[in-house]
């Protein structure tokens, strides 16, 4: 039997939390302005003080705007927004994604990790690589431990592969929604643990590193792009 720890939020935490969904399912509109931070905290029943470092929080988040002297306005996240949001939105809906997070997710990782794996075939180091073959037989070891060890060496995969593209900015990406991607492929390991899914995915694993060795850039995208497509279908039996 799995069980969590019990976390207890912080007043801040839940204030943050409780503005992040009023924001998020409509009920505070773009271009809205809150009320004074003294009588919004009374609404709340917390203190100005904790108010207003949620809200400078949710300002570095994309959600709202602190105008000096003028107020709080609620921004569009779309347009303002950081990846920080992404985790936002996923607590947001319980785990599930919406259709609209779900697609865009996948294209953007279809966009980034194919090309991280190109430039990881004409990029990466001898080190690099090294890298990416003990991945494989950790995975190989942990085929039979448990979801949570493949979990993460499946973002350790894909991480490795951002860092041997040698682009500074892709593994800083990667990182910024490490918390829903392991939402996402948990789920898909827990479901399919033991399974010839999970072979599969790590007999992609294995043929994306033997292009990166060879230095393939057309072969590593080419992989990357049906190990995605693959993972795509079967996640969405589980999300």
């Known amino acids: 039997m799995e069980v969590k720890p019990i976390e207890v939020q912080s007043l801040k935490e ?14 505070l509109t773009i271009g809205e302005r809150l009320p004074s931070e003294r009588d919004f905290a009374a609404r709340l029943n917390v ?39 992404l985790s936002s939105l996923l607590s947001y809906h319980n785990g599930r994604l919406a259709p609209g997070l779900w697609q865009s997710m996948i294209e953007m990782r279809l966009l980034l990790e194919t090309e991280t794996a190109r430039l990881a075939a004409l990029q990466r180091s001898e080190d690099q690589l090294a890298v990416l073959r003990d991945v494989l037989a950790e995975e190989a070891r942990a085929a039979d431990t448990s979801p949570e060890a493949l979990t993460d060496l499946d973002f350790e995969f894909h991480l490795s592969i951002a860092i041997a593209s040698g682009n500074l900015v892709y ?10 991607y392991t939402n996402l ?50 996640l969405k039996g589980v999300t």
């Open 14 to 27: 839940a204030c943050i939390t409780q503005l992040e969904q009023m924001i998020i399912c409509g009920e």
């Open 185 to 234: 492929t948990g789920k898909f390991f827990r479901q399919y643990f033991g399974s010839e899914v999970v072979i599969e995915v790590h007999q992609f694993h294995e043929k994306l590193v033997a292009a990166i060795a060879d230095q393939d850039p057309d072969s590593a995208a080419q992989t990357m792009s049906e190990m995605l497509a693959h993972g795509e279908g079967y």
């Open 171 to 180: 593994p800083l990406m990667i990182n910024s929604f490490k918390e829903v």
């Open 47 to 85: 203190s100005r003080p904790v108010l207003h470092q949620a809200l400078v929080e949710l300002e570095a988040k994309g959600l709202v705007r602190i105008v000096p002297r003028r107020g709080v306005y609620i921004s569009d996240f779309r347009r303002d927004g950081s990846l920080a949001v």
